[in-house]
């Protein structure tokens, strides 16, 4: 397989980093070297952090004119054999849309950092939000595959960034860190491994570059290799030629693009388990709602109380069996959410359990004593 | 001459595009000029946006190919290229997707000089979709959607490109191959960034609605229309009228020279 373990672009040791700072050095750690970024609060850091770091390490980065073209360029980097990222927040999330659909389509590994800020429009542009969960999945027409990973804490941020250029390189898939405000400029205690592992594309002389193999993700040459690429958002057979009226090339291709995901979701998703085990009450939550979470999931324990928390830190593919399993052994569920009920929606669709939403979009997070309240009155 | 690049075709492809087409000469003319620089094409990069002339390089070409969104091509080349320097990299696309939708990305690219050569092909139309007006349409022609005839100014895309910073700018229409071919040439050999503007007429969806019936008739009426550079120097405003005016506008290896 492609894994190797290779040295941290930092020293091993402790840093004090913001979120946005892990991520850019997680990055750079997975070994992204082209970034194609355009301004926006509250992601922008992301983007001088890497102008800076880039002319150390040796990458490419360009400002370019809007979210559109930052995000066409890093498709167009990766296919020329790039790690290649870039950050940003709502609005200029809603413009890279289509191009996350094109990067779908044509299989191309690419990682999107969205600094979620509160919304809509333009919203609350320094504020904390969490609202562009469904837009991750469902932002570009027809149905496609994306991976999603949601983190807590600014150790997170450096590992999951990691994380998600490993999983874009193994599935050849968009994915998105999908971090919040807080997150994001939330500092703290980050540590550095020594080693660190990594996934790079595989290759494959003359093999199909759309045609999958055994798990369906196919091998992935670069431009300038010989291959005479031909790559298309298009429909496409596995030689990438397009077919823009044949039944059976579009079913075989939607198929494969799903199940390369699906299938593999029990590799792919991860979630933490808090005191769930024998709880009667059972909070679900993701990003920084459940730090807040677990500070009152603990305190309501040393009251000898059962509730616990599931952690989901994959939020696309949705963990489905861990829903479903839950949701037998739990009375109620419990899902704050800095939006108005995304996840507590998906989670419908797995259990009949007891789902009460808590939806707070005011521009804060959720106050831990707020958890704790909710909680107390559930129990 | 048409021998010389049949190899640079990609086997088997059946070409989409409609009889009479003068994208079908603008096939054969581009790889041409890159067979006269005698380019091994494995080393080139052919992008392209959406519409007719997007299918000029994917699938006809027997190279890398990026068929990309609409508008989106000359973004989706400068991360290939800017992450490896050593493709040559092309965009062939058309004037909606180039200067409509994708006129942001046009410019921004004129402006940062990325080693680039863009092949704008001027059909003056969204042929793809059924000819609706684009903002390459002459004043007067009627579309799909100008049924009394556009009353909309067309962008001067060269003055446009120039203006923005480009370092080698051109039209040229494929009735004149021997300097578009020159030109291709010159645009792959300049470093930075080539705008080469081809008018290649749309017999279909251009020519029917506006009294053109036939392929010939169309390109005979652009014929007409074009002029070279040297020629309408001199000629007043009236005696131009609605002249295409045809050569190099700039040329930065020669301000160099």
């Known amino acids: 397989m492609a894994w190797k373990e290779v040295r941290s672009a930092l020293p091993p040791g402790n840093y004090y980093y913001s979120g946005n700072e892990a991520a850019a050095e997680g990055a750079i750690a997975a070994g992204c070297r082209y970034y194609g970024g355009y301004p926006i609060t509250p992601s922008s850091e992301i983007m001088e952090w890497i102008a800076v770091r880039f002319r150390e390490v040796g990458g490419v980065f360009i400002q370019m004119e809007d979210e559109i073209a930052s995000l066409s360029s890093v498709i167009g980097a990766s296919w020329a054999g790039a790690k290649a990222m870039t950050a940003t927040s709502g609005p200029g999330f809603s413009l890279m849309q289509e191009g996350i659909g094109y990067a779908a389509m044509t299989e191309t590994p690419i990682v999107i950092v969205d600094i979620q800020r509160a919304g809509p429009a333009t919203g609350q542009a320094t504020r904390v939000g969490g609202g562009d969960i469904m837009q991750a999945k469902w932002g570009s027409q027809g149905d496609y595959p994306v991976i999603a990973i949601s983190p807590w804490s600014v150790q997170e941020m450096y590992d999951q960034t990691i994380n998600a250029f490993n999983l874009a390189e193994r599935y050849r898939v968009p994915v998105i860190l999908l971090a919040e405000q807080a997150v994001g400029h939330l500092r703290e205690r980050m540590d550095v491994r020594e080693k660190i592992a990594i996934f790079n594309r595989r290759k494959e002389k003359g093999a ?48 494969r693009l799903h199940n390369k995901i699906v299938n593999n979701r029990e590799e792919i998703i991860e979630y933490e388990d808090y005191y769930a085990e024998d709880a009667d009450v059972i909070v679900i939550a993701y990003g920084f709602t459940a730090r807040s979470s677990l500070f009152a999931v603990e305190r309501l324990r040393r009251e000898g109380k059962k509730v616990g928390m599931i952690k989901l830190k994959t939020i696309w593919p949705f963990a489905d069996t861990l829903t479903r399993d839950v949701g037998s052994r739990a009375k109620k569920i419990f899902v704050p959410e800095m939006n108005r009920g995304q996840i507590a929606g998906e989670i419908m669709k797995y259990t009949c359990c007891d789902i009460i939403p808590y939806n707070q979009t005011d521009g804060e997070i959720i106050h831990p004593t707020t958890i704790m309240g909710e909680l107390r009155r559930l129990l | 001459m048409a021998g010389d690049v049949e190899e640079y075709l990609r086997p088997g492809v059946k070409t989409p595009f409609c009889p009479g087409c003068a994208d079908r000469i603008l096939v054969r003319l581009i790889l041409r000029a890159i067979a006269e620089l005698k380019i091994d094409i494995d080393k080139m990069l052919f992008v392209s946006g959406i519409g007719c002339a997007a299918w000029i390089p994917s699938p006809h070409f027997n190279a ?29 696309s058309g004037d909606g997707d180039l200067a409509a939708i994708g006129g942001n990305h046009l410019i921004h690219a004129a402006r940062r000089n990325t080693d680039l050569t863009v092949i704008c092909v001027n059909n003056m139309v969204y042929g793809m979709t059924g000819g609706q007006v684009s903002p390459a349409t002459p004043m007067g022609i009627f579309t799909s959607t100008t049924v009394e005839g556009n009353r909309e100014r067309p962008f001067d895309l060269c003055k446009l490109v120039a203006a923005a910073g480009a370092e080698y700018v051109a039209r040229y229409s494929v009735g004149q191959p021997s300097p578009l071919v020159s030109s291709i040439k010159k645009g792959i050999e300049t470093s930075g960034f080539s705008f080469i503007e081809v008018i290649s007429p749309c017999h279909i969806q251009f020519g029917r609605r ?48």
Request: aromatic share 6%; charged share 25%; glycine share 12%.
């Open chain 1, 208 to 255: 199909a570059p759309f045609g999958g193999g055994d798990d369906g993700v196919p091998p992935m040459p670069a431009f300038g290799e010989g291959e005479k690429l031909l790559v298309t958002g298009s429909s496409h057979d596995d030689y990438g030629l397009r077919k823009v009226a044949d039944p059976l090339v579009q079913a075989r291709l939607t198929a």
């Open chain 2, 64 to 92: 890398d190919t990026l068929h990309t969104l609409h508008g989106r091509a000359i973004a989706f080349a400068t991360g290939a290229k800017l992450f490896n320097p050593e493709l040559i990299t092309m965009v062939v």
């Open chain 2, 210 to 257: 506006n009294r053109l019936d036939t392929a010939a008739e169309t390109l005979k009426f652009f014929a007409g229309k074009c002029l070279m550079k040297d020629e309408a120097e001199g000629l007043s405003p009236e005696e131009l009228g609605d002249k295409i005016i045809t050569g190099e506008f700039s040329n930065g290896r020669d301000q160099a020279d």
